[in-house]
Each structure stands twice: as structure tokens, then as C-alpha cells.
């Protein structure tokens, strides 16, 4: 809580506790296991102009 105290008074409008430096926590963790192979998701271009990312 000491961190997320610091990080109201110095006027943070979000709080974090570091887990944003992640792509994804899962594949993080999956990377790290011997024989398992991950990739992340593209993005791709809808109709409208907007992006999202493409299911697997």
C-alpha cells in the first residue's frame, strides 16, 4: 500500500503496481515453461477504421 500511497500524493490519475510493463501475464508466464510455444495476438482493421485484436 506504501506505493500506491507515493503514487496518489505525487498526483498519479492511475496507479499501477508494475504489472503494465507485461504484454500479457499469462503468456509471460507460459514463455517461461519448457515446450510451450506462445505467440501474441495480431491486430487487425475492422470495417469501420477501428483495430482490435484478431481471435486465435
Do not use: S, W
Amino acid at each position: 500500500m506504501e506505493i500506491v500511497r507515493f503514487q496518489q500524493e505525487v498526483g498519479l490519475k492511475a496507479i499501477t503496481d508494475g504489472e503494465y510493463r507485461r504484454e500479457y501475464f499469462h503468456i509471460d508466464f507460459l514463455d517461461q515453461l519448457g515446450g510451450v510455444e506462445t505467440t501474441l495476438p495480431q491486430v487487425v482493421k475492422r470495417a469501420d477504421g477501428g483495430e482490435e485484436l484478431q481471435p486465435r
